[in-house]
């Protein structure tokens, strides 16, 4: 009768950190950065502006928010505390893929 409760809404984690990543690709926009432009800029290796929008990596971040002229605790809110510290280790939540989450234990 009820069809089991399988969803394809992203979770609230995962679409804040969606609307995190549109927020800051639509401020570069704006501001005309590209991302490997940033990773020339700042002399960061090929890709690194490009992961850090999606996945927490603290050298891409600084180097994001230098050229935006801010600072990264206001453009990852998700990757810092209130007070402007970055969270050590950071919450599974912020990768793509979910990589950092612990595997089942077997029983």
């Known amino acids: ?4 409760s399988t ?6 984690a995962e679409r804040r950190r969606l ?7 639509g401020r570069l926009t ?4 590209t991302l490997t432009g940033i990773d020339k800029a700042y002399n960061l290796p090929a890709g690194t502006a490009g992961n ?4 927490p990596h603290l ?5 994001i928010a230098a050229a935006l002229k801010t600072r990264p605790e206001y453009l990852w ?5 209130a007070d402007g510290q970055r969270m050590t280790p950071q ?4 990768y793509r893929h979910a990589r950092r989450q612990l595997a089942p234990e077997a029983a």
């Not at 809110?77 to 505390?81: G, L, M, S, V």
Request: glycine share 2%; no cysteine.
């Open 7 to 12: 969803s394809d809404k992203a979770s609230r």
């Open 91 to 94: 919450p599974a939540e912020n």
């Open 59 to 63: 050298a891409g971040e600084r180097a």
């Open 30 to 33: 704006l501001a005309k950065l």
């Open 52 to 55: 850090a929008v999606h996945e």
């Open 19 to 25: 609307e995190e990543v549109a927020r800051i690709r």
């Open 77 to 81: 809110r998700t990757r810092y505390h």
């Open 1 to 4: 009768m009820h069809r089991a």
